[in-house]
């Protein structure tokens, strides 16, 4: 079966906000994984966070506001 | 603010720079009504400091509520609940009060993220979310969040260097000081 990445995208929306909807899941409420990751995938999360630093490193701009080049508006 | 200029969200692709760029208007528009800009707390703003490495799904704010929802409604979102959610983009605002629970001193100490010369964002500090991190550590046996309270660390390093009196009173009272201590830098290192 081919899915279009677009229309998958959709249909994710749509499925969580009639969950919302429904009462089912609550969007505010806190989530805490039921699975503990394990240490090496933790690890793998820590250093991708870590190289988006490295790509995108933020710093402070004349005013003392902070500049997160990831976000930065074009 | 008018409608067509929020529009242009929808060409915003990547989830988390849509949310960014969502914070940015409402906050700019809160202020043009005379309010204080948000305070953008919890997943947002670990989503907002590790620029989308951490994803979440709503954004918890803390700001006046009447002005807010004035604003949201106008925009087309509409309550659930606590919840103010728009279909149309995507988007969920929690709101959770007026100020920050931690106090005036924690107000004091939030940032200001520039998205560009215009758009602003305000989020809680890094300091007062690696303890709400800690905190989840600790009571909650969350291994996740100690990752990104180490995550967060390195970033406070990186971006003028942690308050440590500050951390160590907020550490003390919540109780986490024991792992603060194990995230925390030595004095001198970078």
């Known amino acids: ?74 | 603010m008018n409608r067509a200029a929020l529009k242009k969200l929808l060409t915003v692709e990547d989830e988390s720079r849509r949310r960014a760029v969502f914070v940015a208007l409402l906050s700019g528009e809160m202020v043009r009504r005379g309010a204080e800009r948000p305070i953008v707390v919890g997943g947002e703003a670990v989503e907002l400091y590790t620029q989308g490495r951490y994803t979440t799904g709503d954004i918890d704010l803390k700001g006046r509520k009447e002005t807010l929802e004035a604003i949201l409604a106008e925009w087309g979102f509409v309550r659930q609940g606590r919840i103010w959610v728009s279909k149309e983009y995507g988007i969920y605002i929690d709101w959770l009060g007026g100020s920050l629970d931690e106090g005036a001193k924690a107000e004091n100490k939030t940032n200001i993220i520039a998205l560009d010369d215009e758009n602003e964002i305000r989020v809680v500090s890094l300091e007062d979310l690696i303890i709400d991190r800690l905190c989840a550590a600790k009571y909650w046996n969350d291994q996740d969040s100690l990752m990104w309270s180490k995550n967060l660390m390195e970033i406070l390093v990186r971006t003028g260097g942690p308050d440590r009196q500050y951390l160590k009173a907020r550490a003390e009272k919540e109780k986490v000081a024991d792992i603060l201590s194990s995230i925390l830098p030595e004095e001198g290192d970078k």
């Open chain 1, 1 to 74: 079966m081919r899915l279009d990445y677009n229309d998958l995208k959709k249909i994710g929306r749509e499925t969580r906000m009639e969950l919302i909807e429904r009462g089912d899941i609550d969007p505010g409420r806190r989530r805490i994984r039921g699975k503990p990751r394990d240490a090496e995938k933790l690890d793998l999360i820590y250093r991708m966070t870590l190289d988006r630093l490295e790509q995108y490193p933020p710093y402070r701009d004349e005013k003392g506001r902070l500049v997160l080049p990831y976000f930065k508006i074009q």
